[in-house]
């Protein structure tokens, strides 16, 4: 079975733009995870969608948006970029929301 | 408010001994616990889990002990092997619905930096 994928694996981009990144889950899985991973902060939980429904979000500003497709796969989206959005960002999926989370390899986003 | 805690940044263990990295939470709602192992500008693989209702557990060279008393998991490594030097991360979640704020969300510490020396 094909791990958790993560489009694209790098980006930069500079403040004031918006980023869009996706993330493709096992197969079967129906829950999809986004956390932000960053030095000072560690692995920061960003939202949760299942059947196409946001049902958890983390403290993030409205600028962190996502959203899930009939097909299980998903995207988040960051507005108005600052320089404090540079991090490591993972997507997870999981079978649903109390089992075991699996991981992507990430999307490494730098704003400049 | 950490709820989830590794107090040691790093650990530094001889190829064939044992490593111990352990891990506090707060948080008495937990019921879920999760040990995964990452590399830089990679994904945290899963390593191991355990579940609040057990005090051990164990996979291949990997053990988890659960001390509920103490809030308190430990996983342990043997023997280390040089291929196992990553940066651990402890996790907790709850798999009871705590109202709808536990859904998908992974609380994480901070990471111990393990190292195995040939």
């Known amino acids: 079975k094909a791990g958790v994928t993560q489009t694209p694996r790098y980006l930069i981009k500079t403040r004031g733009q918006q980023v869009t990144l996706s993330c493709s889950p096992i197969s079967g899985h129906r829950s999809v995870s986004w956390y932000q991973q960053t030095p000072g902060q560690g692995l920061q939980f960003l939202f949760e969608y299942f059947s196409e429904t946001q049902r958890n979000k983390g403290n993030f500003p409205g600028r962190f948006s996502g959203r899930q497709f009939s097909n299980s796969r998903s995207e988040m989206n960051v507005s108005t970029l600052e320089l404090g959005d540079s991090a490591l960002y993972l997507c997870?999926?999981?079978?649903?929301?109390?089992?075991?989370?699996?991981f992507g390899p990430g999307t490494r986003l730098t704003v400049l | 408010d950490q709820q989830v805690k590794q107090n040691s940044p790093s650990l530094s263990v001889q190829e064939g001994r044992i490593s111990i990295l352990n891990c506090d939470y707060t948080?008495?709602?937990?019921?879920?616990f999760l040990w995964y192992k990452k590399y830089p500008a990679e994904g945290p693989t899963f390593l191991i889990s355990?579940?609040?209702?057990?005090d051990k557990n164990e996979d291949g060279r990997f053990t988890v002990f659960l001390n509920k008393s103490a809030k308190h998991l430990s996983l342990h490594i043997v023997p280390s092997q040089p291929g196992d030097s990553a940066v651990y991360f402890c996790a907790a979640s709850f798999r009871i619905n705590a109202g709808g704020t536990s859904y998908g969300k992974l609380t994480f510490g901070q990471g111990t930096i393990l190292t195995v020396h040939p």
């Open positions: 948080n008495s709602m937990f019921d879920y």
């Open positions: 997870a999926s999981s079978l649903g929301y109390a089992d075991t989370q699996y």
């Open positions: 355990i579940s609040s209702i057990k």
